[in-house]
């Protein structure tokens, strides 16, 4: 299964445009690539999921280049409910098996 | 609004004890999922299973076994209880072939064993 890379923490303001990075380099052919948000105490909660190019939902965007091998979660105009840790994955395809790196700490200021 | 329901929030348990943890989903979903989540280690895959009765080891299934002998639920097992298995435990389902479609996952049961 693919395995991911994105950073380990980030800050941000209220009303701000947040970007999270994440790669994966090993991605398989059939393998989509899903993003979930973590609150403390909670399990995580699915935000979007896309294959190639661009999705948009009411939450996020998600940005994939061609090569598949990155992708990038856009987060618009952040509030302060929005500090969680985000968990980028890679696999689906082939497999029943998603594995959770160790995400990204959003800490949005006000 | 879909949901997946472990039965406990919080639970002690001594060492050497039984434990089930339980998972019901009511989304007809045919995988289900238990993980744990430890400080520094992320969520880690415990078992799955993709029908009912059927059953795959994930990444770490030593000391537990689960049970699914209805879809809606999925029932993880603790056989002996022991202090490296306090953490928290997420259940989660998702529909398909594949978890393509995303999972929906329980609040956790934080298990704490002394």
């Known amino acids: 299964l693919a395995k991911t890379t994105q950073p380990i923490s980030m800050d941000s303001y209220e009303g701000q445009e947040v970007n999270i990075t994440c790669s994966h380099n090993?991605?398989?052919?059939?393998?989509?690539i899903t993003w979930y948000q973590q609150f403390p105490s909670q399990g995580p909660r699915f935000i979007i999921q896309g294959y190639k190019t661009k999705v948009t939902n009411e939450v996020a965007s998600l940005f994939i280049p061609a090569d598949r091998k990155s992708s990038t979660l856009s987060l618009p105009r952040v509030s302060l409910s929005d500090t969680a840790v985000y968990y980028c994955l890679v696999g689906g395809g082939s497999s029943y098996k998603l594995i959770f790196g160790s995400g990204t700490r959003l800490l949005v200021r006000p | 609004d879909v949901k997946v329901t472990q039965s406990s929030r919080y639970l002690v348990k001594r060492t050497g004890e039984k434990v089930f943890l339980e998972c019901v989903q009511d989304m007809d979903h045919e995988n289900m999922f238990w993980y744990r989540q430890d400080p520094g280690l992320g969520l880690r895959l415990i078992y799955f299973?993709?029908?009912?009765?059927?059953?795959e080891k994930g990444d770490i299934p030593e000391g537990y076994s689960v049970s699914r002998e209805k879809k809606e639920r999925f029932s993880l097992i603790l056989e002996s209880a022991s202090t490296n298995q306090t953490s928290m435990y997420l259940c989660?389902?998702?529909?398909?072939?594949?978890?393509?479609?995303?999972?929906?996952f329980g609040s956790g049961t934080r298990l704490t064993v002394v």
């Open positions: 090993n991605i398989a052919t059939n393998d989509y």
């Open positions: 989660a389902s998702s529909s398909g072939d594949s978890p393509s479609y995303g999972y929906t």
């Open positions: 299973s993709y029908d009912v009765k059927m059953k």
